[in-house]
């Protein structure tokens, strides 16, 4: 059994500084690139009540959780959004709305403020209504534009999400423009990572290499335009880079996840893995299932790593790489991530890679998130 004492220090003392509470998967949109399961829709008759949230907010304080991220799905569709946000914010937490942004009125925004919302993520695709709502699934554009306005009319430090993939790619020079005039602090330029509803779409998101470059120089272009008026993040996908992210900065080490129903995950992905025993807030103490449970000890640390991670000189800045991504790629978790160079599994990568750039290839429609694509995406499997 690895050991907690190692490789869970990293910046949290052993505590999960970063709580996720996934509040539901239920969405009004139907992002083909959406990180829920693809069986979203057998959760949505479990969600946790509202007073189990609460014990959930409660023993997360206690662990010493810090940052708390409101999420989903789509996490405006609970009704007690507002009075969850004012009981964590009177437990302390600073507390983030990560958000669609459709279903935020004035009056909710009116009514986080008052409850203590601290901070607003907000994803929008594109500054080209068409193309927004085209990659969605939904008529989104227009109320994404006054959820923004609606964020920053109420004073609230703003992070803007664009997901970044082939379809637009090239519209982060016009996303910069419009961020900077709207007073966006912060703009995140996340090129997607593969699991879920985006690997069914891989071949037909993936941008290529020369397209990830270009978008980079954009960002540096814009980066020494705004200076320190607004954060621009971008996060080049791992398939490009040779070495895998440092998933979660770990297994088990700072970030918590809390499904719906009430599981307890070191990542949103981790449901992917089989074999797992993932168990509920419903079962067990938050403080047993972040300490003790076969699930978070299973990856954490360092002990567990195979070659050639354990003999690794930059195991403790990767942990190997990313569970999921090695479990989906490779059918085996504990192999090395292939986005790393040095996994003997890269060539996996590779010949993904080439073939999203394989000219005159076969074109195919993007899956949306609906219950209806699940079937069909298991059938062409």
Not at 27 to 38: A, G, R, T, V, Y
Not at 78 to 91: P, S, T
Not at 263 to 282: H, K, N, W, Y
Not at 326 to 341: E, M
Request: with cysteine.
């Amino acid at each position: 059994m690895p050991k907690e004492s190692r490789g869970v220090s990293l910046d949290g003392d052993g505590k999960p500084l970063w709580l996720t509470l996934e509040l539901t998967y239920r969405c009004p949109l139907k992002c083909p690139w959406c990180n829920n399961p693809l069986n979203f829709k057998d959760y949505a008759q479990h969600e946790l009540a509202t007073e189990e949230w609460k014990r959930v907010l409660r023993e997360g304080r206690e662990l010493g959780a810090l940052q708390l991220g409101f999420t989903g799905g789509e996490p405006l569709l609970r009704e007690d959004l507002e009075e969850l946000v004012a009981y964590a914010d009177g437990l302390g937490y600073y507390t983030n709305l990560i958000t669609s942004g459709i279903g935020l009125t004035e009056a909710r925004m009116i009514a986080l403020k008052e409850a203590g919302l601290k901070q607003v993520q907000l994803s929008l695709q594109s500054t080209k209504a068409a193309l927004t709502d085209e990659l969605v699934g939904a008529r989104a554009h227009a109320l994404k534009l006054e959820a923004a306005r609606l964020i920053k009319a109420h004073g609230f430090p703003m992070v803007m999400n664009m997901p970044v993939c082939k379809q637009n790619i090239r519209d982060i020079d016009a996303m910069c423009e419009f961020a900077s005039s709207i007073g966006v602090e912060y703009i995140e330029f996340a090129n997607l990572q593969y699991y879920n509803w985006a690997l069914v779409n891989r071949e037909e998101l993936m941008p290529s290499l020369e397209e990830v470059r270009e978008a980079e120089a954009t960002v540096q272009r814009w980066r020494k335009k705004l200076g320190d008026s607004m954060t621009i993040y971008f996060v080049i996908p791992d398939y490009y880079e040779g070495r895998p992210k440092a998933c979660m900065n770990g297994w088990g080490a700072i970030h918590l996840t809390i499904a719906p129903d009430g599981v307890a995950m070191p990542c949103q992905e981790a449901r992917v893995i089989p074999g797992l025993d993932f168990q509920s807030v419903r079962d067990k103490p938050l403080s047993w299932l972040w300490h003790e449970s076969p699930l978070f000890r299973k990856y954490r640390g360092l002990d567990w790593l195979p070659e050639p991670c354990s003999s690794c000189s930059e195991k403790e800045k990767d942990f190997g790489g990313c569970r999921c991504q090695a479990f989906l790629l490779t059918g085996d978790p504990t192999n090395t991530d292939p986005a790393c160079s040095r996994s003997p599994h890269h060539h996996i990568v590779q010949d993904t890679v080439k073939n999203v750039v394989r000219p005159l290839r076969f074109r195919k429609p993007l899956l949306k998130r609906t219950s209806a694509a699940v079937s069909t995406a298991f059938m062409e499997d």
